[in-house]
């Protein structure tokens, strides 16, 4: 199959792995990854849980996540002995990994992959998670929620519009 990061070269390093399936699998904004800190990854005892700071709405929040990204991500923190107060995906100095940065690099992965006609943009997979989330029955409150939106109506611009009632009409 075709991989987004080519093996055996720069665009094979982990931690973009890693922020891709961040994004993927919880819908954050890719600004949102960049500052996830060593502790932000938590088990309450049933469920796995991230907590992120949102800029954009300048709060904190939790939002679940799948259990085995919870494992892989801790198995990473603990193998590059991340702290609880630092950036888990780091610039060459230490600070917060730039999302311009990331982009950059997944798109060059795309190119040397081979990939011709594809505009990756991080902020599709947001859509995709909530369209994907209506398509299994979450409610518009519920997406607006967990993607983080003061208003329901950025959240149905989320949704795609050919799988809504509203389209056929």
């Not at 699998?25 to 500052?35: A, D, P, T, W, Y």
């Not at 209506?134 to 329901?152: F, M, N």
């Amino acid at each position: 199959g075709v991989r987004l990061v080519g093996s055996g070269d720069v665009y094979k390093r982990q931690h973009l792995r890693l922020m891709y399936l961040n994004l993927w699998c919880i819908g954050l904004r890719v600004n949102e990854v960049c500052v996830i800190k060593g502790d932000a990854y938590y088990w309450d005892g049933k469920d796995a849980w991230l907590k992120i700071y949102q800029n954009k709405m300048k709060e904190e929040k939790c939002v679940p996540m799948p259990t085995v990204l919870y494992q892989v991500m801790k198995k990473y923190i603990a193998a590059h002995k991340i702290q609880g107060s630092e950036y888990v995906f780091k610039n060459k100095k230490g600070g917060a990994y730039s999302a311009n940065t990331f982009c950059k690099q997944i798109k060059q992965g795309i190119q040397k992959a081979g990939i011709k006609d594809y505009d990756f943009r991080s902020h599709d997979i947001r859509h995709t998670v909530g369209t994907y989330l209506y398509l299994h029955g979450a409610s518009i409150e519920v997406i607006r929620d967990y993607l983080g939106h003061k208003e329901s109506d950025m959240t149905k611009q989320y949704i795609c519009l050919l799988y809504t009632s509203d389209a056929a009409d």
